[in-house]
């Protein structure tokens, strides 16, 4: 059962929209390739963990906090009681 379906990122969508209408700079380029493949992983995650769905449990975009830090998963999988 999905509970939360995969969105891109605020900053994801701002660099699409302004693609094409802006040049980037080589800085602009390069996190806008970064930020666009972690998008595309994330994805094929989903798809992977999708095709097992009986064998396993996904949880997406935890926020983890503990001792004041805080840690964002992406996806965390459970597959025959392992976590990874």
């Known amino acids: 059962m999905l509970l939360k379906s995969r969105e891109k990122s605020f900053e994801l969508v701002q660099f699409e929209a302004l693609r094409g209408r802006i040049l980037f700079s080589e800085e602009q380029e390069r996190l806008y390739k970064y930020v666009t493949a972690g998008f ?3 994805c094929l995650c989903d798809e992977m963990a999708e095709s097992m769905a009986e064998r396993v449990i996904q949880l997406r975009d935890l926020l983890l ?3 004041g830090r805080t840690c964002q ?3 965390l999988l459970v597959v025959d009681g392992k976590v990874y």
């Open 40 to 42: 595309m992983g994330e």
């Open 65 to 67: 906090a503990s001792g």
């Open 73 to 75: 998963v992406d996806s």
